[in-house]
């Protein structure tokens, strides 16, 4: 699921820091992180994962991030070496910063699908889904996933950055549906799991890496299934997928617990992996990073997750937001996103990424990323008429495991078909570009 945008205006074309050369072949647009966080403005301190400890124990960058403090990469190990890595054998994040919660009651079922467009009555237990939650215009407050337990009982992960927002949207509606005829048959109950870990061990070798150290046979926990697991001794909700594209699974651990399973997790060829490669990883994967390519004014149908949307749900609606979801089906959104390639740009002198580092460091500003041309607001253009007809919203110079500029944008419906020529500008020049299927590699999940 899903690496979170740290709230920060993105940079304009004039800004200074453009016109610094990028590292060659080092990852993903500039991301900017200012080291004055919320805790030094005397607002909300940063929270930690319960393996806060544990990272810098093993050498972790750690940076202000969606509210936390998390690794952004470990030790002299580089970005685009871990993103191979992981790619090649096996990696492990920690993603404990995303916010899991547990959903109880004898009309909880009812309660999500009225949250959400996804058929969750036809879900078989223990079976996920990604799914959206939406606002009263069909716009998506957050991305998340939704593991079936039982009829009456749902384990849902959403994303950190959007906490706030969530867990505010979720009480007001419970105490809306709480208060109403359609709670007849008993109440939902929220619990936040505060203070959890999770852990993604993400790669080919993942399988064989957890299976060592199991009884449960994981050749039946098929992509998109999760089951309650033996590991080491410790019970825990073991969920296969990822946000890497890659076999995987996702592992949600009591507070106690967390250290000692990340270390027995942490051995060869496991090696530990921060937010840097699970940006570029998933972006290879054609996957979404909300606040960059989902925000509350997109649907569903706009960012090309209709089929989140349930076939009972096209025809019956009752979801919020389903008027103008529905009727973007049925008549076509106005905009739609996109995979993009884009020519390779003019060869620039190099500098090593030390020197990024600390010259960033010293401004009190983090780099979590390369120099990229295809920053978050760069206009795409027809190429006939220079108009502009869309945006990009997240994008990666020489993604390493593809080999090309990439990215992903929103265009006018019209342009968006695979192979239509568009242009990106970039630094006042129109770069030629060329639309795109996604993912931009193959993927790997284990079906059977």
Same mark, same amino acid.
């Given at each position: 699921?899903?690496?979170? =945008?740290?709230?920060?205006?993105?940079?304009?074309?004039?800004?200074?820091?453009?016109?610094?050369?990028?590292?060659?072949?080092?990852?993903?647009? $500039?991301?900017?992180? %200012?080291?004055?966080?919320?805790?030094?403005?005397?607002?909300?301190?940063?929270?930690k994962?319960?393996?806060?400890?544990?990272?810098?124990?093993?050498?972790?960058?750690?940076?202000?991030?969606?509210?936390?403090?998390?690794?952004?990469?470990?030790?002299?190990?580089?970005?685009?070496?871990?993103?191979?890595? $992981?790619?090649?054998?096996?990696?492990?994040?920690?993603?404990?910063?995303?916010?899991?919660?547990?959903?109880?009651?004898?009309?909880?079922?009812?309660?999500?699908?009225?949250?959400?467009?996804?058929?969750?009555?036809?879900?078989?237990?223990?079976?996920?889904?990604?799914?959206?939650?939406?606002?009263?215009?069909?716009?998506?407050?957050?991305?998340?996933?939704?593991?079936?337990h039982?009829?009456?009982?749902?384990? #849902?992960?959403?994303?950190?950055?959007?906490?706030?927002?969530?867990?505010?949207?979720?009480?007001?509606?419970?105490?809306?549906?709480?208060?109403?005829?359609?709670?007849?048959? &008993?109440?939902?109950?929220?619990?936040?799991?505060?203070?959890?870990?999770?852990?993604?061990?993400?790669?080919?070798a993942?399988?064989?890496?957890?299976?060592?150290?199991?009884?449960?046979?994981? =050749?039946?926990?098929?992509? &998109?299934r999760?089951?309650?697991?033996?590991?080491?001794?410790?019970?825990?909700?073991?969920? =296969?997928?990822?946000?890497? &594209?890659?076999?995987?699974?996702?592992?949600?651990?009591?507070?106690?617990y967390?250290?000692?399973?990340?270390?027995?997790?942490?051995?060869?060829?496991?090696?530990? %992996?921060?937010?840097?490669?699970?940006?570029?990883?998933?972006?290879?994967?054609?996957m979404?990073?909300?606040?960059?390519?989902?925000?509350?004014?997109?649907?569903?149908?706009?960012?090309?997750?209709?089929?989140?949307?349930?076939?009972?749900?096209?025809?019956?609606?009752?979801?919020?937001?389903?008027?103008?979801?529905?009727?973007?089906?049925?008549?076509?959104?106005?905009?739609?996103?996109?995979g993009?390639?884009?020519?390779?740009?003019?060869? =620039?002198?190099?500098?090593?990424?030390?020197?990024?580092?600390?010259f960033?460091?010293?401004?009190?500003?983090?780099?979590?990323?390369?120099?990229?041309?295809?920053?978050?607001?760069?206009?795409?253009?027809?190429?006939?008429?220079?108009?502009?007809?869309?945006?990009?919203?997240?994008?990666?110079?020489?993604?390493?495991? #593809?080999?090309?500029?990439?990215?992903?944008?929103?265009?006018?419906?019209?342009?968006?078909k695979?192979?239509?020529?568009?242009?990106v500008? #970039?630094?006042?020049?129109?770069?030629?570009?060329?639309?795109?299927?996604?993912p931009?590699?193959?993927?790997?999940?284990?079906?059977?």
């Open positions: 699921m899903i690496l979170q =945008r740290h709230i920060l205006p993105t940079l304009k074309s004039s800004a200074p820091l453009h016109y610094l050369p990028s590292q060659s072949r080092v990852l993903t647009r $500039v991301r900017l992180l %200012a080291t004055k966080s919320e805790a030094q403005e005397g607002t909300t301190p940063l929270r994962t319960p393996l806060y400890d544990f990272h810098v124990h093993h050498g972790a960058k750690m940076v202000p991030f969606a509210g936390y403090h998390m690794p952004l990469a470990y030790g002299d190990v580089g970005q685009v070496a871990s993103h191979q890595h $992981v790619r090649q054998s096996a990696g492990l994040f920690d993603v404990g910063h995303m916010v899991q919660s547990n959903f109880r009651g004898a009309t909880a079922t009812q309660f999500l699908e009225w949250l959400t467009p996804s058929s969750l009555s036809t879900l078989a237990p223990y079976a996920s889904t990604l799914s959206v939650l939406l606002n009263e215009r069909g716009g998506i407050i957050d991305d998340t996933v939704i593991t079936k039982a009829s009456d009982a749902f384990y #849902v992960v959403t994303n950190a950055g959007r906490r706030t927002e969530d867990l505010a949207w979720f009480e007001a509606r419970l105490m809306e549906w709480n208060a109403s005829e359609r709670a007849k048959d &008993g109440p939902v109950e929220h619990e936040v799991l505060d203070g959890w870990g999770l852990l993604a061990l993400q790669g080919p993942a399988a064989d890496h957890l299976q060592a150290l199991t009884s449960y046979d994981l =050749r039946a926990l098929t992509f &998109g999760s089951a309650f697991v033996p590991l080491e001794g410790v019970n825990v909700h073991v969920a =296969r997928g990822g946000y890497t &594209g890659e076999d995987g699974f996702e592992i949600s651990i009591p507070p106690a967390a250290t000692f399973l990340a270390s027995a997790l942490l051995r060869s060829p496991v090696q530990l %992996a921060g937010l840097g490669a699970r940006d570029s990883l998933r972006l290879e994967a054609g979404c990073l909300y606040g960059n390519d989902l925000d509350e004014s997109t649907t569903p149908v706009e960012a090309g997750l209709s089929w989140v949307i349930g076939k009972d749900r096209r025809v019956v609606g009752g979801f919020i937001g389903s008027e103008n979801v529905l009727d973007q089906l049925k008549n076509g959104p106005p905009r739609r996103r996109v993009l390639i884009v020519e390779d740009a003019p060869a =620039r002198r190099m500098f090593p990424f030390s020197f990024l580092f600390h960033f460091s010293s401004l009190n500003i983090f780099v979590i990323n390369s120099y990229s041309p295809f920053v978050e607001g760069a206009k795409i253009l027809s190429p006939e008429t220079s108009d502009e007809i869309g945006v990009v919203t997240s994008g990666i110079p020489l993604a390493p495991s #593809v080999g090309k500029n990439i990215a992903m944008g929103y265009v006018k419906s019209g342009f968006h695979k192979g239509t020529r568009l242009a500008e #970039v630094r006042k020049k129109a770069r030629a570009t060329i639309v795109t299927s996604m931009f590699i193959p993927t790997h999940y284990w079906r059977g």
